[in-house]
């Protein structure tokens, strides 16, 4: 027993132990108070801490209503960041560039279209941009045998891309690598293709990717070498395999049609192609022309002169232009499409032979009105 709690005569004195008992229930009261309301303060600092340090930021999963997000070529983090508040996809700049600084992989994100979610947590934006899965591939698709019109118009309706600017790019021959034998022709050089297309669209860039695609056919098939065997020069070639994608798009033909080009002119017959007639007019509706369109005096009116227009009058494929250096050896001199859901097409050496074809055609279009 402690001597404080003894009296002058050596027994307890139950006093001291009460004052004492009081006193230390009080500090342990104090004590309790103090902690207690410490755990308040923390409680209540540690949420004002967590407010502040999400302020900017969204928690969790986001909302799961989709959005898409352009990104342009050479956009910085906090432009990009701009971009994605502007979109509802994250809080703030602040948090996106954050995140991006962060994860050492700022220099990683890419320009072009994006599938995202509304409010997202900045991080978990940041990784979706870096997700190949996430990127929208932007692309056009131009048919074999497409005139370089009507390639313009598949680039205004597909990639919304207004007519004066393809029309202004066009025009800036020099900017496009074109082959020596082409003579400025930018018309038989758009190769026909599906591209994948870079955000915005840019009408320069597309065409000059159709310019390089033809001319990496062209080598690979040795166009300029099998024009000279042939004895005409490349863009007669290409001209040529313009008039084949026109005429026929079904590819076993194609020879077939290219071996009657060669023959006429090699007879020195007029080809009287309708597609050249149609290309003069820049009319592209019906298969078939009047008397009144085929006596147009225009150069690429094959009615009208004799031999080849002087360049292509459409956007050759691979099979066009294979079947331009490589003809089908036939003495066919004529040819008519009499059907024109199957496509197919008859041939013939003589002007009866192709009368009789060219009635089985008429009955088609007598059974299928306003086709023709």
């Given at each position: 027993m402690s001597p404080a709690f003894i009296d002058n005569d050596g027994r307890l004195d139950w006093r001291k132990v009460g004052y004492h008992a009081r006193s230390a229930f009080a500090v342990l009261?104090?004590?309790?108070?103090?902690?207690?309301g410490g755990w308040f303060v923390y409680d209540r600092a540690n949420d004002a801490?967590?407010?502040?340090?999400?302020?900017d930021d969204y928690a969790g999963e986001g909302t799961g209503e989709e959005v898409q997000v352009l990104i342009p070529r050479g956009a910085g983090v906090n432009q990009i960041g701009d971009i994605l508040v502007e979109a509802g996809v994250v809080k703030s700049i602040k948090a996106f560039r954050k995140a991006a600084q962060e994860s050492g992989e700022s220099d990683q994100l890419s320009y072009g279209r994006f599938n995202l979610t509304k409010e997202l947590p900045a991080q978990t934006a940041f990784e979706m941009l870096l997700d190949p899965e996430n990127m929208v591939v932007l692309t056009v698709t131009f048919p074999e045998g497409t005139p370089n019109s009507?390639?313009?118009?598949?680039?205004?309706r597909d990639l919304e891309v207004p007519a004066d600017a393809i029309a202004a790019a066009a025009a800036n021959i020099d900017y496009f690598d074109l082959p020596e034998?082409?003579?400025?022709?930018?018309?038989?050089?758009?190769?026909?293709s599906t591209y994948n297309v870079a955000e915005p669209p840019n009408p320069s860039w597309i065409m000059a990717s159709q310019v390089r695609q033809f001319k990496t056919v062209a080598e690979r098939l040795s166009l300029e070498g099998r024009?000279?065997?042939l004895g005409y020069t490349p863009l007669e070639v290409v001209t040529i395999a313009s008039i084949v994608a026109r005429e026929v798009s079904t590819p076993t033909d194609q020879p077939m049609?290219?071996?009657v080009i060669y023959n006429r002119l090699a007879q020195g017959m007029k080809l009287q192609m309708d597609s050249t007639v149609h290309y003069a007019l820049g009319k592209y509706g019906k298969v078939t022309t009047t008397a009144e369109?085929?006596?147009n005096p225009s150069p690429y009116n094959t009615y009208y002169h004799e031999g080849l227009p002087p360049a292509p009058i459409s956007n050759p494929g691979l099979t066009a232009l294979e079947a331009a250096i490589t003809p089908a050896t036939t003495d066919a001199l004529f040819f008519v499409t009499v059907d024109l859901d199957t496509g197919e097409t008859r041939f013939a050496a003589t002007a009866e032979e192709h009368a009789a074809n060219v009635a089985l055609f008429q009955q088609w279009c007598q059974a299928n009105t306003g086709r023709c």
């Open positions: 009261l104090s004590l309790s108070i103090i902690i207690g801490y967590v407010a502040w340090r999400t302020a009507q390639q313009w118009d598949i680039i205004t034998y082409a003579e400025g022709n930018l018309e038989g050089f758009l190769f026909p024009a000279e065997e049609v290219a071996g369109d085929r006596a």
